[in-house]
T-cell receptor, first 117, second 116 residues
Framework: GAVVSQHPSRVICKSGTSVKIECRSL??????MFWYRQFPKQSLMLMAT?????????EQGVEKDKFLINHASLTLSTLTVTSAHPEDSSFYIC?????????????FGPGTRLTVT | AQKVTQAQTEISVVEKEDVTLDCVYE???????LFWYKQPPSGELVFLIR??????QNEISGRYSWNFQKSTSSFNFTITASQVVDSAVYFCALSEAGNQGGKLIFGQGTELSVKP
């Protein structure tokens, strides 16, 4: 099956710093990528939809200036958490939607666990 | 508005028991997709099944089976003869077609614990 990678898998950063998370589709071109956030013992919540070559669409309540998303190519989307605070500590998961005639299949990355101290 | 409800927060069974995880959804679309994912402790989501709204046939895959009933807006998941390795959090999700295509709305998840 299709493979999506995320890097890093774990990151610890200090409060006030920024951290970048990469999401790559390894064996297909992803016209659309999604970023989800999952707090402990909770469900996945969509943060934003990222389309290659255009601005991301953010869900209500998600600060676009804090969570910068760049989908610069058909295989890479990045999420940058700017001026991170402890409340941003969470599990961030990306997914990539395969373009073409495969309907709405999307493939999830393994997730990135962010801890802000 | 779209919504997915998994009323069972936690389920605990003994190995070899059958267990059903419930999922009820809400949508105004006539075309939509339903999914089940497994999330083991590692955190990585494992895709289990995708079903479109026009296909109400039940599906069986090994010890897993799914019952899709549009009349009750339910998409329940049954594990037969459960095993310890089935212990995980299971999410039901909904995706609508059209402009919102691909965006997944997840239920709250059901944590399944299978004890030996």
């Amino acid at each position: 099956g299709a493979v999506v990678s995320q890097h890093p898998s774990r990151v610890i950063c200090k409060s006030g710093t920024s951290v970048k998370i990469e999401c790559r589709s390894l064996d297909f071109q992803a016209t659309t990528m999604f970023w989800y956030r999952q707090f402990p013992k909770q469900s996945l919540m969509l943060m934003a939809t990222s389309n290659e070559g255009s601005k991301a669409t953010y869900e209500q309540g998600v600060e676009k200036d804090k969570f910068l998303i760049n989908h610069a190519s058909l295989t890479l989307s990045t999420l940058t958490v700017t001026s991170a605070h402890p409340e941003d500590s969470s599990f961030y998961i990306c997914s990539a939607r395969r373009g073409g005639g495969r309907g709405y299949e999307q493939y999830f990355g393994p997730g990135t666990r962010l801890t802000v101290t | 508005a779209q919504k997915v409800t998994q009323a069972q927060t936690e389920i605990s069974v003994v190995e070899k028991e059958d267990v059903t995880l419930d999922c009820v959804y809400e949508t105004r679309d006539t075309t939509y997709y339903l999914f089940w994912y497994k999330q083991p402790p590692s955190g990585e989501l494992v895709f289990l099944i995708r079903r479109n709204s026009f296909d109400e046939q039940n599906e069986i895959s090994g010890r897993y089976s799914w019952n899709f009933q549009k009349s009750t807006s339910s998409f329940n998941f049954t594990i037969t003869a459960s095993q310890v390795v089935d212990s995980a959090v299971y999410f039901c999700a909904l995706s609508e077609a059209g402009n919102q295509g691909g965006k997944l709305i997840f239920g709250q998840g059901t944590e399944l614990s299978v004890k030996p």
